[in-house]
C-alpha cells in the first residue's frame, strides 16, 4: 500500500513539475547538468530521469516534443566516455523514454537522435536499454 501511494505522489509531482515548470524548468535542468557543479549536476540528471518515465501521463501533447527537444542536446553529451557510467546509464534511461513519449517512437534511433557518433559501445548501451524497454512493455523481440 505504502509503494502505491509513493507511486502516486510521483506520478503528481512528475506532471505538475511538467505542467507548471515547462521550458523553463527543463532548460534550467539541462544547462545545471552542462554547466552546474557535479552534484547539481547529478541531481538534475536524476531528476530529468525520474520525470522523463512519467511523461506520458502529461495530457498536454505538445509537451512531449517540446521536451525531447529541449533536453536531447544535454543528454546526447552525457553519453560521451570522459563521463561517469553513472551519468550515461542516466542519460540512456532519459532518451529511452522520450523517445518513446514524444512520439519519436515511430522513428528509428538514428532518425530519433540525428547527427549521433554510433560507435559499437554507444549501440550495444542502446540496445540494451531498448532490450530493457520492450521486455518491461511485454513486446518480444
Not at 52 to 67: A, Q
Not at 77 to 89: A, F
Not at 122 to 128: A, G, P, S
Request: charged content about 20%; hydrophobic content about 40%.
Amino acid at each position: 500500500m505504502e509503494e502505491e501511494e509513493a507511486e502516486i505522489w510521483q506520478k503528481r509531482a512528475a506532471c505538475v513539475l511538467f505542467k507548471s515548470g515547462k521550458k523553463n524548468l527543463l532548460s534550467a535542468l539541462a544547462d545545471s547538468i552542462a554547466n552546474g557543479i557535479p552534484c547539481l549536476a547529478r541531481a538534475s540528471l536524476i531528476t530529468i530521469s525520474w520525470m522523463s518515465s512519467y511523461l506520458n501521463i502529461v495530457e498536454d501533447r505538445k509537451l512531449p516534443p517540446m521536451v525531447f527537444s529541449i533536453l536531447r542536446p544535454q543528454l546526447l553529451r552525457s553519453l560521451n566516455y570522459d563521463k561517469d557510467v553513472e551519468e550515461r546509464v542516466l542519460a540512456s534511461y532519459s532518451l529511452l523514454y522520450l523517445v518513446k513519449y514524444s512520439g519519436m517512437r515511430t522513428y528509428t534511433i538514428s532518425q530519433a537522435i540525428p547527427n549521433f557518433n554510433f560507435c559499437p559501445e554507444r549501440i550495444n548501451c542502446l540496445h540494451f536499454f531498448l532490450k530493457l524497454y520492450t521486455f518491461h512493455d511485454g513486446v518480444s523481440q
